[in-house]
């Protein structure tokens, strides 16, 4: 079994690295594969909304010049999926902000690619703003069916300067558990897979508020 990281801070080993670190430890300790990818200091614009990944059904996305295809991939092919972001602004960061839109659209209008994958965020912050990020981030995983597990608190650890992140004594023990019950999720649904089949999926309806 595997997860992927996701680095959305554009520091390559910030306090979101770190975090995510923490996690993957205990994943790794645990038997599971972990491997974290640098998004935040890529290059990378937003969804244009064009719906090209929609007709092509390609796994892709249609805007060229970045890795964000080669990540969907790896996302198709891992059982679980760490988010990890700063907070700028009380909210996600930008760059990782145009990760999520248009991979997980991708992965949506592609049948599914997320469903049932386990998936959970962590934060890192300075003071404020932890909370509605980490929430925004989770939208991205109960959106796409994917299964999250919990800890013994929100998944937010703060600090400044890198590293710093590390002498958070209680954020450090909610990382913790965040990842033993991740791999424990995981095992879980592993051992289950040939006796519980899973529900099947319904084709998504759209509707608008226009009459």
């Known amino acids: 079994m595997k997860v992927v990281a996701f680095n959305g801070s554009p520091h390559k080993e910030g306090n979101t690295f770190h975090s995510l670190q923490v996690v993957g430890q205990k994943l790794t300790a645990a038997g599971i594969e972990f491997e974290i990818v640098q998004v935040g200091s890529s290059s990378l614009r937003g969804c244009t909304a064009c719906n090209g990944c929609a007709r092509n059904k390609n796994e892709k996305c249609v805007l060229p010049g970045d890795e964000l295809n080669t990540w969907i991939q790896k996302m198709k092919e891992a059982d679980g999926i760490l988010l990890g972001s700063p907070v700028h602004y009380a909210g996600i960061g930008a760059t990782m902000k ?27 912050v300075r003071r404020s703003g932890g909370s509605s990020t980490f929430d925004a981030l989770n939208h991205y995983i109960t959106y796409s069916e994917m299964l999250l597990p919990g800890s ?44 519980v089949p899973p529900p099947a999926a319904e084709k998504k309806i759209f509707t608008n508020f226009i009459r």
Request: proline share 1%.
């Open 98 to 124: 145009c990760f999520l839109d248009r991979a997980f659209y991708v992965a949506g209008v592609n049948g599914g690619l997320l469903r049932h994958k386990v998936g959970a965020s962590v934060v890192a």
């Open 152 to 195: 013994n608190y929100w998944n937010i650890a703060h600090g400044t300067t890198p590293g710093e992140v590390l002498q958070d004594e209680e954020g450090l023990q909610l990382l913790r558990v965040l990842g033993r019950n991740m791999a424990w999720l995981l095992k879980s649904l592993d051992a289950a897979k040939n006796l």
